[in-house]
C-alpha cells in the first residue's frame, strides 16, 4: 500500500526547471533513497513532500492527503538540508518546543524529550545555546526534531551531511531501528551510495527534475550488469601501465583504466580469478580487490542515459534548483 | 555520539514513536488546550529568543534612559502644576521612538527566520503558515511590550516622586498608548518581513515606513490640510492613517497642553479616546491579517 504518490509532478522557479514531469510511488514501511547530481531537483521534491510548497502541475499525496494541508503535515516529519536552529535556544528547548507543538501530551513531554536527546546523543549538551554546537551536533539535534512524536513519515534532506562517523552510525543505527521495528516510511537523500546500500529498501536516481530510475536496491544492483571491477595496485606506474596493456589484450576484459599505480579492468565473476593469476610474478602485483556491481553503476548508467542538461543564457543548467 | 546502550528507543511513548497503525492523524491539534496552543507555542519560543537577544534589553534601556530623562528635567523645571508639559514632550519624543524600537524588533521576523534556514522547519509543523506568523508576531509584541514597560519604569518612579500619586495616571495611559502603538508598527514591520526577500530589503522598507510616520505623513497632511482648506473629517482621516499621530493624540488627551506642528489641528479633528485606539487596534490586526495571507505566497 503506497504512503506516498508522486504523479507526473513538475516545479519550476521562474525558468529553472527544478522537477520535471517526476513521478514515485513509496509504499509504508519503506525505506527510500534518493540520490542523483547536484541540482538534480531532489530538495525542490524533499518540499513538496514536506508540504512546503505546491507543484506547478501533477500531485503531490502523502498518507492519504495533501501535504500542504496541516493534518496531513502531522503525520510527517522533514529535516531540512540546513535547519537553521536559532541559536540562543538550548537543544532541549527546541526538542521540547517540537513535542509541544506536535501535541505530545504536557505529563509524558520531558520524558519523552529526553528519550529523544538520549537517542541521538545529546543528553550532555541538552542544556547548552544551540549556537555553541558544531555541525555535527546541530544535524543530531536536527534528526532528533524528526523523531519527536509519533513520526510516520520521515523527509530527510542530506542527514548525514557533515556529520562526523559516530554521528553517521548513530544515524544508520536509528534508521536501521525505525526500519526494522517500526512501520514507518523514510525517504532520505544522500550522496553516500554506500550508506544507501546499506540502509535502505529502496532507492531512486533523480537526474535533471525526474526520477530516472526506481526500485528496490537489489534489483539496481543486478540491473547494472554482472561485472566485477578487479583493482590491482602495482608498485610503479610503469609496471601498472604494463599490466593494463596486458589486461586490455585479454578477451575476458571490459573497460581497463590505470590511475597512478592502481589498475581497474572490468569482466564477469567468474573471469576475475583467472585474469589476476593470468598477470603472474613479473607484474609485481602489491595488492588487488574485487568489487561486485553496486548502486554507482546504476546511477552512472541513469546520469549516462540522461540527455544532456541544455544550458540557458546565464549559463546554468535546466536541472540546478534554487 | 553516545546512543542507548540498547540501541535508539523506539517506544511508542519514548524517543523514536512508532507510527499510528490507524491512519488517525498524529500530532494533530485537536483536543489541545489553550496552553498547548500551536500558536502560543510559537509565541512563547519567539518571546524566549527575543528575551535572549540584545535587542529587548537595548529597548528596554533606550526607554528607561528617555522617560527617566524626561520626567526628572521635566517635572522638576515645570513642577506639578505643569505636568501636562512633561506628557506632552513624552508624546513628541515618543512619536520617533515608538515606530523606530518597533520597526526594529519587527523588521526579520519572517525574512531573518527564512535567511537563517529556520522557517522551513517551522512551516513544515502542523500549523498554518498564517498561525505560524501570528505566534511570531504575539512573541515579539510580548517582549516589545515588556521592554517599553520596564523603560517606563524609572520615570514612573520619578513621577511619583516629583508629582505624587495624581501624576501616575496621566503617565499610565500614556505609556499603555505607547505600547499600543509599539503594537501596530510592530504589525507593519511583521508584513514587511513578511513580503520582503532579503533581510535588508526589509530594513530598508522599515526606515522608509519609520521616516513617513515619523516625519514626512505629519508635513503632507499639514500641507494639504492648509493648502486644500480641508475641514475636520480631512484631519481626523489624516490622524487615523497613521499610528504614530494616533499615539499623539491619544497622549495628548490626558493633559490640557496643545503641542505644536500638526498639534495644532488636532482639536478641530474631533476625534474622541475610544475612537483613535480602536483605530490603533485596528492598525494591529489589519497589517498582521495580511502578513497571515501573504506568507502563503511566500516562496521556500
Known amino acids: 500500500m503506497s504512503v506516498i504518490d508522486i504523479d507526473d509532478v513538475s516545479k519550476a522557479y521562474g525558468e529553472v526547471q527544478a522537477l520535471d514531469g517526476l513521478s514515485l510511488s513509496v509504499d509504508r514501511g519503506t525505506t527510500l533513497g534518493v540520490f542523483g547530481t547536484n541540482g538534480a531537483g531532489k530538495t525542490t521534491l524533499f518540499k513538496l513532500l514536506a508540504g512546503l510548497n505546491r507543484p506547478d502541475s501533477g500531485e503531490v499525496t502523502v498518507a492519504g492527503g495533501d501535504p500542504t494541508e496541516t493534518a496531513v503535515r502531522g503525520r510527517i516529519r522533514y529535516l531540512p538540508e540546513d535547519a537553521g536552529f536559532p541559536p540562543n535556544l538550548t537543544g532541549r528547548e527546541i526538542l521540547r518546543f517540537h513535542a509541544r507543538v506536535r501535541s505530545t501530551p504536557a505529563e509524558r513531554r520531558e520524558h519523552h524529550v529526553e528519550r529523544v536527546l538520549d537517542t541521538v546523543g545529546l543528553t550532555a549538551a541538552a542544556d547548552r545555546r544551540v549556537g555553541g554546537y558544531s555541525n555535527g551536533m546541530n544535524r543530531r539535534l536536527g534528526l532528533g526534531t524528526a523523531l519527536v512524536g509519533r513520526p510516520e513519515i520521515l523527509v530527510l534532506d542530506e542527514p548525514t551531511a557533515g556529520l562526523d562517523p559516530e554521528g553517521i552510525r548513530a544515524f544508520h543505527e536509528v534508521i536501521e531501528s525505525l526500519s526494522n521495528e517500526t512501520d514507518v516510511t523514510i525517504v532520505f537523500a544522500s550522496h553516500a551510495l554506500s550508506e544507501i546500500e546499506r540502509l535502505c529498501t529502496d532507492a531512486a536516481v533523480v537526474v535533471d527534475g525526474d526520477v530516472a530510475v526506481a526500485g528496490p536496491v537489489e534489483s539496481l544492483r543486478c540491473a547494472a550488469g554482472d561485472a566485477v571491477t578487479v583493482r590491482l595496485t602495482l608498485s610503479t606506474p610503469t ?15 571490459g573497460s581497463v583504466t590505470r590511475a597512478g599505480t592502481v589498475v581497474e579492468a572490468d569482466c564477469l565473476p567468474a573471469a576475475a580469478y583467472d585474469l589476476v593469476c593470468g598477470l603472474g610474478p613479473d607484474y609485481d602485483v602489491e595488492r588487488f580487490a574485487v568489487r561486485e556491481p553496486g548502486l554507482e553503476a546504476a546511477f552512472h548508467e541513469a546520469v549516462d542515459a540522461a540527455p544532456p542538461a541544455s544550458l540557458d543564457d546565464s549559463g546554468q543548467s535546466d536541472g540546478e534548483t534554487a | 555520539m553516545t546512543p542507548a546502550e ?18 488517525v492523524a498524529a500530532g494533530s491539534v485537536s483536543g ?5 496552543s500551536p500558536v502560543l507555542a510559537i509565541a512563547s519560543r519567539e518571546y524566549r529568543l527575543a528575551v535572549r537577544s540584545r535587542w529587548a534589553a537595548g529597548v528596554a534601556l533606550l526607554f528607561a534612559l528617555f522617560s527617566g530623562a524626561v520626567v ?7 513642577g506639578p502644576g505643569r505636568f501636562g508639559a512633561v506628557v506632552a514632550t513624552i508624546a513628541e519624543l515618543g512619536v520617533y521612538l515608538v515606530p523606530l524600537a518597533a520597526l526594529a524588533m519587527g523588521y526579520d521576523a519572517v525574512v531573518g527566520a527564512h535567511e537563517r534556514g529556520s522557517l522551513e522547519l517551522l512551516f513544515a509543523l502542523p500549523v498554518s ?18 521592554a517599553m514597560l520596564l523603560g517606563f519604569l524609572p520615570g514612573a518612579l520619578l513621577t511619583l516622586w516629583y508629582v505624587g500619586v495624581a501624576g501616575i495616571g496621566t503617565y499610565a495611559a500614556t505609556a499603555l498608548a505607547a505600547v499600543l502603538t509599539a503594537w501596530a508598527m510592530l504589525g507593519v514591520a511583521v508584513l514587511l518581513s513578511t513580503v520582503a526577500t532579503e533581510k535588508t530589503h526589509a530594513l530598508g522598507a522599515a526606515l522608509a515606513v519609520w521616516l513617513w510616520v515619523a516625519l514626512l505623513h505629519d508635513l503632507v497632511a499639514l500641507g494639504a490640510v492648509a493648502g486644500l482648506d480641508l475641514g475636520g ?7 487615523l492613517l497613521n499610528p504614530v499621530d494616533c499615539f499623539r493624540v491619544l497622549a495628548l488627551a490626558q493633559v490640557d497642553v496643545v503641542a505644536g506642528g500638526f498639534g495644532s489641528v488636532l482639536a478641530a479633528a474631533g476625534l474622541s479616546t475610544p475612537t483613535v485606539a480602536v483605530a490603533l487596534v485596528a492598525w494591529v490586526a489589519v497589517p498582521v491579517g495580511v502578513a497571515a495571507r501573504l506568507v502563503r505566497r511566500r516562496r521556500l
Do not use: C, I, M, N
Not at chain 2, 6 to 23: I, K, L
Not at chain 2, 72 to 78: E, I, K, L, Y
Not at chain 2, 233 to 239: C, P
Open chain 2, 6 to 23: 540498547d540501541g535508539p528507543d523506539t517506544s511508542a511513548d519514548g524517543g523514536v514513536a512508532t507510527a499510528p497503525a490507524s491512519g
Open chain 2, 129 to 146: 503558515k498564517a498561525r505560524v506568523v501570528a505566534g511570531v508576531y504575539l512573541g515579539r509584541a510580548g517582549v516589545l511590550s515588556g
Open chain 1, 239 to 253: 609496471a601498472a601501465e604494463d599490466a593494463a596493456s596486458h589486461l586490455r589484450r585479454q578477451d575476458a576484459t
Open chain 2, 72 to 78: 526628572q528635567f521635566g517635572a522638576t523645571a515645570v
Open chain 2, 233 to 239: 473629517r480631512a484631519v481626523a482621516a489624516a490622524v
Open chain 2, 32 to 36: 489541545a488546550g489553550l496552553a498547548d
